[in-house]
Structures are given as structure tokens and as C-alpha cells.
């Protein structure tokens, strides 16, 4: 009996997380509006019930690991970018740090999106049929495949205008360059991140967890070193072929060539299409935020003053990009760890005062504040004018998250040298030897 009331419920009255309201399925969920059978395959796994009752204590039970490892990747992707930046292509085509935090910021527009999307979706019961979830996820992955191609190029373009700006020169094999590692570099890691996005999603959702408190801080962890590593060997190869001339607009043209395939796995979700007709603007303008706190990157990243800035670039832009109001009291925790890692890996580089430390931490508490407040105001002004907050307001907090963070870290690093200068280093020790 009790079967077979629950199957006759309205989709309404079914008990959603607290991400969704009545009326607004058709907003928030990937999938839109639920059908009558849809209805009935979201009801024998009531996952929704078991979100609703959600505590802050559960939530940061499930999401303090992988903030922890978060963390760690973070760190580790601050080592390879202080590493990077010193190869032969990152010093002779400069734009290539510009193109850092946009790249990078393309997990936050790209992927996480799509883990938002893919959880509302497992939340709400619409991949628990084998069909139906072939047919979510893979128009997901063809919509992702086909932004991470024009925003790819629409990086490398806004990187050399701003690089153009500042330099008054124009290289076209620089260009050729640029462009290829852009969009090769966001095609592939859009690839293996989404695959990865797919993969916690349905492992949560088996498990009986929330995906939206797991996958966002592992896609942090490992989307940065994918992302940077990527973007490393991809251009350092077209480096090393720079005299052939037809090598990177071949590959430029063969990908860009894929769109129309995409766009046809994407058609067979009509929600999707709306997505890749309409969604554009959020990633782009996200994007061009990204670009700028890549160029505050360039600017400063080889100067003695800023020395160190590639390694905690990183973490104070995603980490706190990361954060929710709950676990707001691990901020300061967590990149009190997360400092002293980096300070034993690469010591000789971290500035050894201890206004550093409390600039750096304070820096940290107003980005996470800012970004916390902007999060509530936008998924409001979202919801109020009926669009679904995981497409709209995560890229652009992603791009926030990445202008602030540069300019903050700047910003510490620049008041620690003043301040140092002005004292003649009284009461500030040299930076500390540590391993190569």
C-alpha cells in the first residue's frame, strides 16, 4: 500500500535536497522537468530524503577529506607551477602564464558544472535507469567537450590582447603556439575530468552519499595538476616543433572540426541544447575575469619581490573558490597545513616572516567572505529569474575566486617587501634553505 501511494505522488511532493524547490525542478534539474515515469524511477532510491536531513555535521564529515586532499593536490600543482614557469617555452612565450588561471579556472566553469548537473540529476533519481544514464551523461560530456573548445580558444585570444596591450608585439608562431596548447590543453583535460566527474558521481550515488560534497573538492585536487601538466607538455612539444609550420593549425582546424559531432550527441538532451544555445555567457565572462588575474600572474611572477607567488597562487585562488559557510572555520586551518607543507617542499621560496603568514591568512578570510556573500546574492538573483544556479553562478565565482586571489596574494607579497625594506630586515630573517 505504501508502494503504491509513493508512486502516485506528484513530482512536487516528493522530498528534493534543499538545493531544490517545489516548482523549480525544471530549473535545477539537468534533465528538466520529470515525467510521469521519470517520477516513478526517482522514487525507490529516496536519496532526497536522506539529503534533507543532512546536518552541518554530516556535511563536514563527507567533505573535510577531500578538502584535506583538495589541499594536497593544490599544493603539489603551486610546486609544478613554480617548476613550469621556468622551462624554455614558459620563458620565451610569457603569454602562456596568462593563460594559467583561465585554463585552470575551466574546472570550476566546465566541470563542476557538469558535477552540479550530474548530481542534481543522481539526486533526483533520472540516471538510476542504465538507459536514461547514457544518455545524460554522455550529452553532458559532448556540451563540455564543445565549451572547453571555444573558450580554449577565446583564452589564447584574450591572452595575447592583454599580452599585446603590455607589449606592443605580435609573433605569429607565438600565436600558432598559444592558440594550439590553449585549446588542446582545455579539450583533453575537459575530457579526463568529466570522465572522472561521471565516475564520483555514480560511486557516490551507489554509496548512498551526496555527490555535491565530494566531487567539487576532488575535481580541485586533481584539476590543477591535470590541467597545469597538460598545458606544460602540451605547449613545450609545440615548442620543440615550432618550425613546422603546418603542424599547430592542423590540429587547430581537426578539433575545432569536432564541434558539429558534439553538438549532435548534445542534441539527443534537449535541456543540454539549451544549455550549449544559451549558457555561454557565464564561461565567457568568467573566462575574461581569469584572464585578468592572469595577467596580475605574468606581471609579477618573475620578480624578486613576488618570489613565490607561482607556489601559492594555486591554493588561495581554488581552495577558497571551495569552501562552503560550513566548513568555513577549516580556512584558516587548513592553509595553516597546507603552508607549512609547501614550506618544508620548497622553503627557499616561502617568505620566512610572520606578517606574511597573518597577511596571507587575513587575504584568505576575505576572499572566502566576499565569495561566500556573492554565492548567496547570485544563487537568489538566479533562482528569482527562474535559471538554474549550477550554470550560472559557479563559473562566475570561479573567475571572482581567481581575480581575488591573485590580487590579494599580490598584494600580501607586495606589503611583506615593503615592509621588509622599510625595516632594513630588522626582525625578518632571510628565507630559510630548504630542499632544492
Not at 516548482?23 to 522537468?33: H, I, M
Request: some cysteine.
Amino acid at each position: 500500500m505504501d508502494g503504491t501511494e509513493t508512486r502516485q505522488r506528484r513530482p512536487e511532493e516528493l522530498v528534493l535536497p534543499h538545493t531544490l524547490s517545489p516548482g523549480r525542478l525544471s530549473a535545477a534539474s539537468e534533465d528538466g522537468p520529470l515525467s510521469e515515469s521519470e517520477s516513478q524511477r526517482a522514487v525507490p532510491k529516496p536519496l532526497g530524503t536522506e539529503l534533507s536531513r543532512e546536518t552541518a555535521l554530516s556535511i563536514g564529515l563527507q567533505v573535510v577529506v577531500p578538502f584535506m586532499f583538495a589541499g594536497l593536490g593544490l599544493s603539489g600543482a603551486g610546486v609544478l607551477l613554480n617548476y613550469f614557469q621556468h622551462w624554455p617555452v614558459f620563458v620565451e612565450v610569457k603569454d602562456l602564464l596568462t593563460l594559467v588561471p583561465p585554463l585552470v579556472g575551466l574546472k570550476g566553469n566546465l566541470e563542476m558544472t557538469l558535477a552540479s548537473r550530474l548530481s542534481t540529476a543522481a539526486n533526483t533519481g533520472q540516471i538510476d535507469d542504465p538507459q536514461e544514464q547514457h544518455r545524460v551523461i554522455s550529452s553532458n560530456l559532448a556540451l563540455i567537450q564543445v565549451q572547453a573548445t571555444v573558450v580554449g580558444l577565446l583564452a589564447a585570444v584574450a591572452a595575447l590582447l592583454l599580452g599585446a596591450v603590455s607589449r606592443e608585439e605580435l609573433d605569429v608562431a607565438k600565436v600558432q603556439l598559444l592558440c594550439a596548447s590553449s585549446v588542446i590543453t582545455a579539450i583533453l583535460a575537459a575530457f579526463a575530468l568529466g570522465m572522472l566527474m561521471v565516475c564520483i558521481v555514480i560511486g557516490t550515488r551507489k554509496l548512498g552519499l551526496n555527490p555535491d560534497n565530494i566531487a567539487t573538492p576532488i575535481a580541485a585536487s586533481l584539476g590543477d595538476l591535470t590541467t597545469l601538466s597538460l598545458l606544460a607538455f602540451v605547449s613545450s612539444f609545440f615548442y620543440k616543433h615550432k618550425d613546422n609550420r603546418y603542424l599547430t593549425p592542423l590540429l587547430c582546424i581537426g578539433f575545432m572540426a569536432l564541434i558539429p559531432v558534439w553538438v549532435l550527441i548534445a542534441k539527443q538532451n534537449p535541456p543540454i541544447m539549451k544549455i550549449l544555445k544559451f549558457g555561454w555567457f557565464p564561461i565567457i565572462l568568467a573566462m575574461v575575469i581569469s584572464s585578468f588575474g592572469g595577467l596580475i600572474l605574468n606581471k609579477t611572477i618573475s620578480k624578486q619581490q613576488y618570489k613565490g607567488m607561482a607556489i601559492f597562487t594555486p591554493i588561495i585562488c581554488e581552495i577558497n573558490s571551495i569552501s562552503a559557510r560550513v566548513l568555513l572555520f577549516l580556512v584558516v586551518p587548513g592553509h595553516l597545513i597546507f603552508f607549512y607543507i609547501i614550506y618544508l617542499v620548497e622553503g627557499r621560496l616561502v617568505p620566512d616572516s610572520k606578517i606574511f603568514v597573518v597577511f596571507y591568512l587575513l587575504a584568505s578570510l576575505i576572499q572566502v567572505t566576499i565569495l561566500l556573500y556573492l554565492a548567496e546574492v547570485m544563487v537568489r538573483l538566479t533562482w528569482h529569474q527562474a535559471l538554474d544556479p549550477d550554470n550560472h553562478c559557479i563559473p562566475y565565482l570561479t573567475g571572482l575566486g581567481d581575480l581575488l586571489g591573485t590580487g590579494l596574494l599580490t598584494l600580501c607579497f607586495l606589503i611583506t617587501w615593503l615592509l621588509r625594506s622599510d625595516a632594513g630586515l630588522d626582525g625578518f630573517s632571510e628565507p630559510s634553505s630548504g630542499p632544492p
